[in-house]
């Protein structure tokens, strides 16, 4: 019984060559997840005008996940490992600093928009999807980010 | 191959030779044209989608033709990026990827954009039907665009 399906193997689909396309599918990903995330915040922003209903403060960590995104993706693995020719503007180090604070954005973003969700919205007795909304807003645009960062791979750049 | 045949009072001497190539491309040309035309036709079919959604007289709405500004700014990351990594030979880079990015983003927005417009009521959830039919239509119309025309070899920027 243990190990049946050890030489179980899905069937084979040789027409596409998935290791030169998957730099391009994994930025499709990230572009769905990303502007997803958006168009759910523009949408809580559409159908619940009023402060009350949403307050217009709880932009600020879709903005920050967004501008974590591009933090986080602005620097390359090789330039964070020292192994690239140019060092650009920041060198190693600074570029280590830049994803570190890039991360740290995208985390306090996300935990700030699970903190709203729930003590705005859950605690008090209103209409809980604008929290949803800002809560999966910053998810998407987080597993975007990490799909953006860590789906791609460099060796294809060479 | 092609060959030359000729009737009348012409240079007999050619008779039979092999045709230079830049006219033997008889059978690409018909093929292109034949994609061409199929293109058209299905770009029109998209178009005809997203006007349905805004001209019937049950929706009479014309807020959905924002769409077409998604269309029309689709295509430019892709040749942004084109442009840039014109001399290298990688498979792929950053900025290609960038672009996919951006690409995506643009069609997942026209597609939202029906969406919300009908959540507020400001167009029916029918109209709404028909112009994400249409944008789905045009979208692969644009990309079978660049499937049936970018397989050029070599990409001369002499032709824009």
């Given at each position: 019984m243990a190990g049946f399906l050890d030489n179980f193997r899905w069937p084979e689909c040789?027409?596409?060559?998935?290791s030169e396309r998957r730099n391009a599918v994994a930025s499709v990903v990230a572009g769905i997840l990303f502007f997803t995330g958006w168009w759910i915040m523009i949408d809580a922003a559409v159908v619940y005008p009023k402060p009350e209903q949403?307050?217009?403060?709880?932009?600020t960590c879709g903005v920050f996940s967004t501008l974590a995104f591009f933090m986080i993706n602005a620097v390359s693995n090789a330039q964070v490992r020292g192994d690239s020719y140019e060092s650009g503007c920041l060198g190693r180090t600074g570029a280590r600093v830049w994803l570190f604070i890039g991360f740290m954005l995208m985390f306090g973003s996300l935990i700030a928009s699970m903190w709203i969700l729930f003590g705005?919205?859950?605690?008090?007795?209103?209409?809980?999807y604008p929290g949803l909304a800002v809560f999966f807003q910053n998810a998407l645009i987080f597993f975007s980010t990490l799909i953006y960062k860590f789906g791609r791979t460099e060796e294809l750049w060479t | 191959m092609q060959y030359v045949f000729l009737y009348g009072?012409?240079?007999?001497?050619?008779?039979?030779t092999p045709l230079p190539l830049c006219l033997q491309r008889d059978e690409e040309g018909k093929r292109l044209l034949e994609a061409l035309v199929a293109l058209s036709f299905s770009g029109a079919i998209g178009l005809t989608f997203l006007m349905l959604g805004c001209a019937l007289e049950d929706y009479g709405v014309?807020?959905?033709?924002?769409?077409l500004i998604f269309h029309a700014v689709s295509p430019i990351p892709h040749f942004i990026a084109k442009r840039v990594t014109y001399d290298s030979d990688a498979a792929s880079s950053a900025c290609r990827e960038l672009a996919y990015f951006f690409t995506t983003g643009i069609v997942v927005s026209a597609f939202g954009f029906p969406v919300i417009l009908a959540r507020v009521a400001v167009i029916k959830w029918g109209a709404c039907g028909l112009v994400l039919a249409g944008n789905a239509v045009i979208f692969l119309t644009i990309q079978g665009f660049f499937l049936v025309f970018g397989r050029e070899d070599d990409f001369g920027w002499d032709r824009w």
């Open positions: 040789e027409c596409i060559d998935w949403l307050n217009h403060a709880f932009h705005a919205y859950v605690t008090q007795n209103i209409d809980v | 009072a012409v240079d007999k001497r050619v008779q039979g014309y807020w959905p033709l924002f769409v």
